[in-house]
C-alpha cells in the first residue's frame, strides 16, 4: 500500500490527510505540534478574547476517525528526495537537532507553514512580536497587559505616554484585527481598572507601507475600514514605512515614536524546509510549483499553502487559509490520481471573499457579489468562522465567549502568564 506523508498539520495538510480519507493508502501526518492551530481567531488569543484552547484542536482527535491516519509529532528538518525521506529531529518532541532519524515516502505533501519576515531585519524579531503561533499570542496577551500595568506605576509622564502606545506594523486583515482589538481593550475592557491611568487614553498606531489598509479589499469597503479604524481612536497612518525598530520603538523615516509594545503583522516567509530540496524558490521561499501542484521535476512531491507559490490569471495566490485548504486537498486528489495512472489536474483557486472585523459590530466583507460593512458584516464574519472552526465544543466556547464580550463588553482571558514580570527595555 503507497505510503504519503503529509508535513504539517496547519490547513493545508489537514485538509490533505482528511482528503485521503477513503483512499487506498497509508498516510503518515508530521508536525512539530500535537495541535491543529485556527489561525484567523489567533490574534482574539492574543486580545484576551478567547483562550488558546479555543483556537486549537489536538489532531489525533481531529483525526480519530481515520484509521488510514497515523499522527507523527516530530519537526521535520530536511527532505531527502533522492531517497524518498523526511529526515526528522532527534528526539519527539522536536530538538531541532540534525538526525538521521528519518520516514520513507511514496509520495510527500509538504504544508509546512511560514513564519514571519521582516524584510532582512531579523534583529527586529525580539521587539516586534508576529502572530503565527500559539507562543506568540501569548507573548502579545503578556506584552500588552503588562504595558498597562507598568504604566499604572510608572510617575514620569513621558514614560507613561511611551508605556501606552501600541504600534502595529502592517494594515492587513491581521493588523487591521489588532488594532480595532487593543482600541476595544484600552477603550472598553480596561476603562475601570486602574486608578492612576486613563486606560482609554492610550495611544494605538496602524503603520501600512502601502497607499491603503486592506489593499486588497475593494476601495469603498478599504475607505469603511479605515473609518471605522478612526472611530476607535486608532490612528492610521498609510505610505509609512518602518526603518527601524528598537527597544525604544519605531523610526518611521525621520520621525521616533516611542512605543513600548510594536506588533508585526508585515509579511511572511516560507518555513526554511522546502530549501533543502534544491528547486527554484521565490522571495518568499515558496517553491515555484506547477499547476498541479507538483515539484518541477520530482512528481512523487507536492506542495500546499504558505510554501507554494502560485500564480492564477496574472496574479499570485494570497496567503490565506482558503488558499492552504483548497490546496491542501487537492494535492491529496491529484496524489490518488498519480497512484491509478491517471493525469494530474491543474489546481484553479475559488475565490469565496475576503473579511475583516474591525471591532464589536463592525466588520468588512468581500464575498462575491456580495459587497458590505458594519453590523451585518460583522454577523457573516461570526457565522463563517464558527462553521469553519475545527471541534463542536471549540465553536460552543467561542460562540459562548463572544456573546458575553458582545453584552459585557469585557474580555474574560486577561491573564498575565509566564516567568518574568515586566518587559524587558
Given at each position: 500500500m503507497p505510503h504519503v506523508v503529509v508535513v504539517g498539520g496547519g490547513f493545508g495538510g489537514l485538509h490533505a490527510a482528511r482528503a485521503l480519507a477513503r483512499a487506498p493508502v497509508r498516510v503518515t501526518l508530521v508536525d512539530r505540534h500535537n495541535y491543529h492551530l485556527f489561525q484567523p481567531l489567533l490574534y482574539q488569543v492574543a486580545t484576551a478574547s478567547l483562550s488558546p484552547g479555543d483556537v486549537a484542536s489536538p489532531i489525533r482527535w481531529v483525526l480519530r476517525k481515520q484509521p488510514n491516519v497515523t499522527v507523527l509529532l516530530a519537526d521535520a528538518q530536511r527532505i531527502d528526495a533522492a531517497t524518498r525521506r523526511v529526515l526528522l529531529s532527534s528526539g519527539p518532541t522536536g530538538d531541532g537537532a540534525q538526525s538521521d532519524r528519518g520516514i520513507a515516502y511514496d509520495y510527500l505533501i509538504l504544508a509546512s507553514g511560514a513564519a514571519h519576515a521582516y524584510f532582512g531585519h531579523p534583529e527586529w524579531a525580539s521587539r516586534a512580536p508576529g502572530l503565527k503561533t500559539l507562543d506568540d499570542a501569548l507573548e502579545v496577551r503578556r506584552q500588552v497587559l503588562?504595558?498597562?500595568?507598568?504604566?499604572?506605576?510608572?510617575?514620569?509622564?513621558?514614560?507613561?505616554?511611551?508605556?501606552?502606545?501600541?504600534?502595529?506594523?502592517?494594515?492587513?486583515?491581521?493588523?487591521?484585527?489588532?488594532?480595532?482589538?487593543?482600541?476595544?481593550?484600552?477603550?472598553?475592557?480596561?476603562?475601570?481598572?486602574?486608578?492612576?491611568?486613563?486606560?482609554?487614553?492610550?495611544?494605538?498606531?496602524?503603520?501600512?507601507?502601502?497607499?491603503?489598509?486592506?489593499?486588497?479589499?475593494?476601495?469603498?469597503?478599504?475607505?469603511?475600514?479605515?473609518?471605522?479604524?478612526?472611530?476607535?481612536?486608532?490612528?492610521?497612518?498609510?505610505?509609512?514605512?518602518?526603518?527601524?525598530?528598537?527597544?525604544?520603538?519605531?523610526?518611521?523615516?525621520?520621525?521616533?515614536?516611542?512605543?513600548?509594545?510594536?506588533?508585526?503583522?508585515?509579511?511572511?516567509?516560507?518555513?526554511?524546509?522546502?530549501?533543502?530540496?534544491?528547486?527554484?524558490?521565490?522571495?518568499?521561499?515558496?517553491?515555484?510549483?506547477?499547476?498541479?501542484?507538483?515539484?518541477?521535476?520530482?512528481?512523487?512531491i507536492f506542495v500546499a499553502g504558505d510554501i507554494c507559490s502560485l500564480q492564477q490569471d496574472g496574479r499570485p495566490l494570497p496567503g490565506v487559509a482558503q488558499v492552504a485548504m483548497q490546496q491542501g486537498a487537492h494535492a491529496a486528489r491529484n496524489v490518488i490520481r498519480a497512484i491509478r495512472g491517471e493525469a494530474l489536474e491543474p489546481f484553479?483557486?475559488?475565490?469565496?471573499?475576503?473579511?475583516?472585523?474591525?471591532?464589536?459590530?463592525?466588520?468588512?466583507?468581500?464575498?462575491?457579489?456580495?459587497?458590505?460593512?458594519?453590523?451585518?458584516?460583522?454577523?457573516?464574519?461570526?457565522?463563517?468562522?464558527?462553521?469553519?472552526?475545527?471541534?463542536?465544543?471549540?465553536?460552543?466556547?467561542?460562540?459562548?465567549?463572544?456573546?458575553?464580550?458582545?453584552?459585557?463588553?469585557?474580555?474574560?482571558?486577561?491573564?498575565?502568564?509566564?516567568?518574568?514580570?515586566?518587559?524587558?527595555?
Amino acid at each position: 500500500m503507497p505510503h504519503v506523508v503529509v508535513v504539517g498539520g496547519g490547513f493545508g495538510g489537514l485538509h490533505a490527510a482528511r482528503a485521503l480519507a477513503r483512499a487506498p493508502v497509508r498516510v503518515t501526518l508530521v508536525d512539530r505540534h500535537n495541535y491543529h492551530l485556527f489561525q484567523p481567531l489567533l490574534y482574539q488569543v492574543a486580545t484576551a478574547s478567547l483562550s488558546p484552547g479555543d483556537v486549537a484542536s489536538p489532531i489525533r482527535w481531529v483525526l480519530r476517525k481515520q484509521p488510514n491516519v497515523t499522527v507523527l509529532l516530530a519537526d521535520a528538518q530536511r527532505i531527502d528526495a533522492a531517497t524518498r525521506r523526511v529526515l526528522l529531529s532527534s528526539g519527539p518532541t522536536g530538538d531541532g537537532a540534525q538526525s538521521d532519524r528519518g520516514i520513507a515516502y511514496d509520495y510527500l505533501i509538504l504544508a509546512s507553514g511560514a513564519a514571519h519576515a521582516y524584510f532582512g531585519h531579523p534583529e527586529w524579531a525580539s521587539r516586534a512580536p508576529g502572530l503565527k503561533t500559539l507562543d506568540d499570542a501569548l507573548e502579545v496577551r503578556r506584552q500588552v497587559l503588562l504595558a498597562f500595568e507598568a504604566a499604572e506605576q510608572e510617575t514620569d509622564s513621558a514614560a507613561q505616554r511611551r508605556l501606552l502606545t501600541f504600534v502595529i506594523v502592517g494594515g492587513g486583515p491581521t493588523g487591521v484585527e489588532l488594532a480595532g482589538a487593543l482600541a476595544e481593550i484600552a477603550r472598553q475592557s480596561l476603562r475601570k481598572d486602574f486608578r492612576n491611568i486613563r486606560p482609554e487614553s492610550a495611544r494605538i498606531l496602524l503603520l501600512e507601507g502601502g497607499p491603503h489598509v486592506l489593499g486588497t479589499f475593494p476601495e469603498k469597503l478599504r475607505g469603511q475600514a479605515h473609518e471605522a479604524l478612526t472611530r476607535l481612536g486608532v490612528e492610521v497612518r498609510t505610505s509609512t514605512v518602518v526603518t527601524s525598530v528598537d527597544t525604544e520603538g519605531v523610526m518611521v523615516g525621520g520621525e521616533r515614536i516611542a512605543a513600548q509594545t510594536v506588533l508585526w503583522a508585515a509579511g511572511v516567509a516560507a518555513s526554511p524546509l522546502p530549501r533543502s530540496l534544491g528547486v527554484p524558490l521565490d522571495r518568499a521561499g515558496r517553491v515555484i510549483a506547477e499547476r498541479t501542484l507538483a515539484i518541477p521535476g520530482r512528481p512523487e512531491i507536492f506542495v500546499a499553502g504558505d510554501i507554494c507559490s502560485l500564480q492564477q490569471d496574472g496574479r499570485p495566490l494570497p496567503g490565506v487559509a482558503q488558499v492552504a485548504m483548497q490546496q491542501g486537498a487537492h494535492a491529496a486528489r491529484n496524489v490518488i490520481r498519480a497512484i491509478r495512472g491517471e493525469a494530474l489536474e491543474p489546481f484553479r483557486y475559488r475565490d469565496y471573499g475576503n473579511m475583516a472585523v474591525i471591532g464589536r459590530g463592525s466588520a468588512v466583507a468581500d464575498i462575491g457579489p456580495l459587497r458590505t460593512s458594519g453590523f451585518f458584516a460583522w454577523l457573516i464574519w461570526i457565522f463563517l468562522h464558527i462553521f469553519w472552526l475545527v471541534g463542536f465544543r471549540n465553536r460552543f466556547a467561542v460562540m459562548g465567549e463572544w456573546a458575553w464580550a458582545y453584552l459585557t463588553l469585557q474580555r474574560r482571558v486577561r491573564l498575565i502568564t509566564g516567568e518574568r514580570l515586566w518587559p524587558s527595555s
